[in-house]
């Protein structure tokens, strides 16, 4: 598939066929092409958990699912053939830039303007939705309930230095087309040219 007509393709799937199973080699490839994404200082303070059975999926809505009002997280409904869960590691990037060639060494986050060990984990997400639609499959980032982190990591064994920033959701389409044209906000009101008050044209 051409690049553009993956771009132009990608939106949020909620709904899946879950008789059909992802395949192995397009899980392997959704997953090393999120390996590729840009990070600063190229540390890649990242991790990744694949749960991609039916019980693992039930344990991960389980652990996820919030007291009160659970139908307004997806994390606690959601049913896909396979899910992998993004979290970022904050102590691998103090730890890169604490190094010679980046000299700030007393691992403060202080001077750091963005928290970019979230941001390139949402990169790394970002390549693994464009991969899911570049495989014809549809895909879903989601959040958890900050309250049921704890939880998570219980069902799960995640360590304590790594955070979930969310997971996505993958799986073979069950929803209609949609056009979100008349949804989405156009250029001129969130692009900006050689000035904030400049919009492009």
């Given at each position: ?26 899980i392997d490839r959704i997953v ?170």
């Open positions: 598939m051409e690049f553009q007509e993956v771009v132009r393709r990608r939106r949020m799937v909620r709904t899946y066929d879950t008789s059909r199973q992802v395949p192995e080699e397009v090393q092409n999120g390996l590729r994404a840009p990070s600063a200082g190229f540390s890649q303070g990242w991790g990744f958990l694949v749960l991609d059975s039916p019980a693992d999926v039930a344990k991960f809505r389980e652990a996820v699912r919030p007291d009160s009002e659970p139908e307004n997280w997806f994390a606690a409904s959601v049913d896909a053939p396979l899910l992998v869960v993004a979290h970022s590691n904050k102590d691998v990037y103090l730890d890169r830039y604490a190094q010679p060639d980046k000299g700030f060494v007393d691992r403060s986050d202080a001077w750091w303007p963005a928290p970019y060990w979230d941001i390139d984990t949402g990169f790394a997400s970002m390549m693994m939705l464009l991969t899911a639609v570049d495989a014809g499959l549809g895909a879903c980032f989601f959040g958890i309930p900050i309250e049921r982190i704890d939880s998570y990591r219980e069902a799960f064994g995640v360590p304590q230095q790594f955070m979930p920033i969310g997971a996505i959701s993958f799986g073979y389409s069950n929803e209609p087309p949609r056009d979100l044209r008349n949804r989405r906000r156009a250029a001129t009101e969130t692009v900006h040219r050689g000035r904030w008050n400049q919009p492009t044209t």
